[in-house]
């Protein structure tokens, strides 16, 4: 019989009311009091001290003191960012959410601070914990939405859509498990799906392992409502980790692993089988006459791969890696020294390179030629651990390719054929219709190369630091051979006359190489640099400008001398202006080379200054003339400020759209701020940017962006668990080549005008008529960027750096040809959400 004597003790103890200490009571109130008065001095540091002894001695005040607490912890570490005590600042977040574990203004701004210092996932988790404290907080919900696509990559919708896919994996385990393997281990689980499938098959024993956090519940999440949690055993970490017999009791007889990316190896899963066969599985079959039962020895699904690759010609690709043009905006590009996107695999491995990209070269816009035939570049047995081991230190393999078409080489791409056992293989390859995109090297010596029918393309292949690499190095041409890597200009060195032009201009040319070495540019801003309608735009519209206020300088003045054409005006008769561009941008140089300018670039990598400065010394811009601002300020948030004290700025120049086609965050604060800024006739650039978007049925957009369909997937449901990631915009769209039907002509959604400091933008409500009948699944949307009446360019044109962007509808909308549709557009800080409504009360179209 238990002691029940003592339980009314310990009630009568917890329902005591505290005892009223006097001396506490006094020493809280004045915390209190002196808390509120530090407020008022604006001194958030010793406020922020107050509330934390008061709320720590008197919970009570909890409720009350809510909202005091949290404006002086924002105020505080707003100052202690702003000094860049980053540690105190966490520590400061970290007390407040003791006392308020469940605050979500609190989570989500703390979420902010992480994001900013590039915590992303930390900073996910924190938006997420927010939205599920309060599904209807705004900034929560934009916020998560901005880290979702890190969190869980939008390529496991694809992946989970693809029934193909889905069902051979799903027959190589029960095949392999049903043939005695029992024991399996499901390196990188993604959202369990593998793991459940053996699971289903009949396996004894299955554990898993993901190394992603948010992953890695949400597969605990999905395998208990599977009702296989006590089945399943995952674990977090990443299998290189994994030890026998601390995380799982055994050596297993089965590890399946769709841990592969485009190029294959990229996620390491050659490292993650020698770790595996060393470690984790049982030893190998070998031979035929050494039979062991399969629960004794160990396999791999997949069983092995065979990787192919082509030579291509893409117009695309290359205005994405080399710089094609001679002049930008009025520069000659000459002096700019070689420059490179950061994918390659010529040079010594580097963590700033990679060495290959991915593209879906079915959706490349403008397409691709093939040059050469497919060839196999590689073939790998994932159950010879002897020739895992030996793939690193594989000889470099030198393929001979016949050139098949005429073309400019531009990269090789990859794709391969994943062998899961002897009767399934899934392949990756650009004709197939699958969710895979290929792997690209691009060549990228700065000019390209003319390949002929005839010719031989010679190719190396090697398996460095576990990245397969592919490296195009020569070409044999009659006999000869052509480097691709060691030359100055291919068709020069092929012709030799040219040939005797280069010699002659050489020697200069090329010690200023050496001495300039290159300099890499994202590829972005390589297409940026390669978008001559963008410079021309902004070369225009930034001399007229110009123009307009050297005219109304002398009336300004009340001079009436010799000024106007510029030539006896002196230094005070400057025109400031500032490009505050993300990354690298020429504007300020094309700005400084109007003459009368003094230009001031945001440009902050000091080998990307080099570049505008070597630029600027070629094309005759005075050196003073050309200024780097982030040199001289301390914290970015100096970035709008004026030239110097007596001066404003003539134009302020304002990157207001991200690559991926978004609105940049806080751009209409920028705006506002910039406007203030300017002399009297000054401009910011862009004055004014117009959202356009059309109605499209688009099943592609579906499958990037949620799990489709009521039935489970493989009979497992796991839709409801990833589709809590879906987002509601899809960005980084190719809107040309996107696999969708037009339902809409084009249609303006929203004016920004960056110039009317009256402007409040609020909802909108469009209404769109339908030209076709479909179902309309989502809204791509891209912007027309106004410089100024008569300069503007598209972020939809061809040769843009831009991609689009596309609101993807929660329900699909039927539509008949005629019927009109009320999309309510709204711009909540720079962020545009779409709803889309049948709109009751329009006009059907006349019956026919
Ligand atoms: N993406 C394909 C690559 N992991 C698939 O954390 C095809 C990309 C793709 N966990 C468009 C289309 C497609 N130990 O969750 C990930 C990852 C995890 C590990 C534990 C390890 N050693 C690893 C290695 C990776 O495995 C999961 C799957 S990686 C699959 C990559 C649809 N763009």
């Given at each position: 019989m238990p002691n029940t004597s003592a339980r009314p003790k310990h009630g009568r103890r917890a329902r005591r009311r505290p005892r009223e200490d006097p001396a506490r009571n006094e020493l809280v109130s004045s915390s209190l009091e002196s808390a509120q008065q530090c407020l008022l001095n604006q001194d958030y540091g010793t406020a922020f001290v107050h509330y934390l002894l008061v709320l720590n001695l008197a919970p009570v005040f909890k409720d009350l003191a809510r909202e005091s607490f949290r404006f002086t912890l924002f105020k505080w570490t707003e100052e202690l960012d702003s000094v860049g005590r980053i540690q105190d600042l966490f520590e400061c977040y970290e007390q407040a959410l003791e006392l308020f574990p469940a605050d979500e203004v609190i989570l989500n701004s703390m979420g902010e601070h992480l994001f900013r210092m590039g915590f992303r996932d930390e900073a996910a988790g924190h938006f997420h914990k927010a939205l599920k404290l309060r599904p209807d907080y705004p900034e929560a919900r934009e916020n998560f939405y901005r880290v979702a696509n890190w969190l869980v990559e939008r390529w496991h919708f694809l992946m989970l859509n693809d029934r193909g896919r889905n069902r051979k994996y799903q027959q190589a385990i029960q095949k392999a498990v049903r043939s005695g393997c029992s024991t399996v281990l499901d390196i990188g689980t993604g959202t369990g799906i593998l793991s459940m499938c053996a699971k289903k098959a009949g396996a004894a024993e299955v554990y898993a392992c993901e190394l992603s956090k948010t992953m890695y519940e949400l597969a605990c999440e999905v395998v208990a409502a599977n009702g296989m949690d006590g089945d399943i055993k995952i674990l977090h970490m990443k299998s290189l980790e994994m030890e026998v017999p601390k995380d799982i009791p055994d050596r297993v007889s089965l590890v399946v692993t769709e841990t592969v990316d485009a190029g294959l190896f990229g996620e390491g899963i050659i490292e993650s089988l020698i770790h595996a066969w060393h470690h984790l599985l049982l030893p190998p079959q070998r031979g035929e006459n050494e039979f062991r039962e399969p629960s004794q020895t160990g396999r791999v699904i997949p069983a092995g791969a065979t990787v192919f690759a082509i030579a291509l010609e893409c117009l695309e690709i290359r205005r994405c890696h080399r710089l094609c043009v001679s002049e930008v905006g009025g520069l000659s590009m000459a002096a700019a020294g070689e420059l490179r996107s950061p994918v390659s695999c010529s040079s010594e491995p580097d963590d700033s390179m990679e060495p290959y990209t991915t593209e879906r070269l079915s959706r490349l816009p403008g397409?691709?030629?093939?040059?050469?035939?497919?060839?196999?570049?590689?073939?790998?047995?994932?159950?010879?651990?002897?020739?895992?081991?030996?793939?690193?230190?594989?000889?470099?393999?030198?393929?001979?390719?016949?050139?098949?078409?005429?073309?400019?080489?531009?990269?090789?791409?990859?794709?391969?054929?994943?062998?899961?056992?002897?009767?399934?293989?899934?392949?990756?390859?650009?004709?197939?219709?699958?969710?895979?995109?290929?792997?690209?090297?691009?060549?990228?010596?700065?000019?390209?190369?003319?390949?002929?029918?005839?010719?031989?393309?010679?190719?190396?292949?090697?398996?460095?630091?576990?990245?397969?690499?592919?490296?195009?190095?020569?070409?044999?041409?009659?006999?000869?051979?052509?480097?691709?890597?060691?030359?100055?200009?291919?068709?020069?060195?092929?012709?030799?006359?040219?040939?005797?032009?280069?010699?002659?201009?050489?020697?200069?040319?090329?010690?200023?190489?050496?001495?300039?070495?290159?300099?890499?540019?994202?590829?972005?801003?390589?297409?940026?640099?390669?978008?001559?309608?963008?410079?021309?735009?902004?070369?225009?519209?930034?001399?007229?400008?110009?123009?307009?206020?050297?005219?109304?300088?002398?009336?300004?003045?009340?001079?009436?001398?010799?000024?106007?054409?510029?030539?006896?005006?002196?230094?005070?008769?400057?025109?400031?202006?500032?490009?505050?561009?993300?990354?690298?941008?020429?504007?300020?140089?094309?700005?400084?080379?109007?003459?009368?300018?003094?230009?001031?670039?945001?440009?902050?990598?000091?080998?990307?200054?080099?570049?505008?400065?070597?630029?600027?010394?070629?094309?005759?811009?005075?050196?003073?003339?050309?200024e780097f601002w982030l040199n001289h300020v301390e914290d970015e948030q100096g970035v709008l400020q004026r030239p110097s004290n007596e001066k404003l700025w003539s134009a302020i120049i304002l990157?207001?759209?991200?690559?991926?086609?978004?609105?940049?965050?806080?751009?209409?604060?920028?705006?506002?701020?910039?406007?203030?800024?300017?002399?009297?006739?000054?401009?910011?650039?862009?004055?004014?940017?117009?959202?356009?978007?059309?109605?499209?049925?688009?099943?592609?957009?579906?499958?990037?962006?949620?799990?489709?369909?009521?039935?489970?997937?493989?009979?497992?449901?796991?839709?409801?668990?990833?589709?809590?990631?879906?987002?509601?915009?899809?960005?980084?769209?190719?809107?040309?080549t996107l696999e969708c039907k037009h339902l809409s002509e084009s249609v303006e959604l929203f004016v920004l005008d960056l110039m009317d400091a009256t402007a409040n933008y609020t909802n909108r409500e469009v209404k769109v008529q339908a030209t076709h009948a479909g179902r309309i699944t989502a809204i791509p949307f891209w912007y027309h960027i106004h410089l100024d009446p008569e300069n503007s360019v598209s972020t939809l044109s061809h040769n843009s750096h831009w991609k689009q962007a596309a609101a993807v509808l929660q329900q699909p909308l039927e539509v008949r040809a005629g019927d009109w549709v009320r999309l309510d557009v709204k711009i909540h800080k720079s962020t545009i959400s779409i709803a889309a409504h049948p709109e009751e009360d329009s006009p059907r179209p006349a019956q026919q």
């Open positions: 397409g691709y030629r093939p040059l050469t035939d497919p060839f196999t570049a590689l073939t790998i047995d994932f159950n010879d651990v002897q020739e895992l081991e030996g793939l690193s230190s594989r000889p470099v393999q030198r393929l001979r390719l016949a050139v098949t078409q005429q073309g400019e080489l531009d990269a090789l791409a990859v794709w391969f054929q994943l062998h899961l056992d002897e009767d399934n293989s899934l392949s990756t390859g650009p004709q197939e219709d699958t969710c895979w995109e290929q792997a690209i090297y691009p060549v990228h010596s700065a000019e390209g190369f003319l390949l002929k029918p005839g010719d031989e393309l010679v190719v190396e292949v090697s398996c460095r630091d576990a990245y397969l690499r592919l490296c195009s190095v020569a070409v044999l041409r009659d006999g000869r051979e052509i480097r691709l890597d060691k030359r100055s200009d291919p068709r020069e060195t092929a012709n030799p006359e040219a040939e005797l032009c280069t010699a002659l201009s050489g020697l200069q040319t090329d010690q200023s190489r050496q001495a300039k070495g290159f300099s890499m540019l994202e590829c972005s801003e390589i297409a940026l640099l390669n978008n001559l309608d963008y410079h021309r735009c902004f070369s225009s519209a930034l001399d007229k400008l110009i123009c307009q206020l050297k005219l109304k300088l002398p009336n300004q003045e009340g001079s009436n001398s010799s000024s106007g054409s510029g030539s006896g005006s002196g230094p005070d008769e400057l025109h400031y202006v500032l490009d505050v561009s993300e990354g690298f941008s020429l504007l300020s140089l094309i700005a400084a080379r109007l003459g009368q300018v003094k230009a001031y670039s945001s440009v902050e990598k000091s080998k990307h200054q080099e570049v505008l400065k070597r630029l600027a010394r070629s094309n005759r811009v005075p050196e003073r003339r050309l990157d207001c759209v991200e690559t991926c086609g978004l609105i940049r965050q806080k751009l209409m604060e920028k705006a506002s701020l910039a406007r203030c800024l300017l002399e009297e006739g000054g401009q910011i650039f862009p004055q004014k940017i117009v959202v356009s978007g059309m109605l499209v049925e688009s099943d592609t957009l579906l499958l990037e962006s949620a799990v489709q369909g009521q039935e489970p997937t493989l009979g497992f449901n796991i839709a409801p668990f990833i589709n809590q990631f879906t987002v509601p915009v899809h960005v980084f769209l190719d809107f040309s």
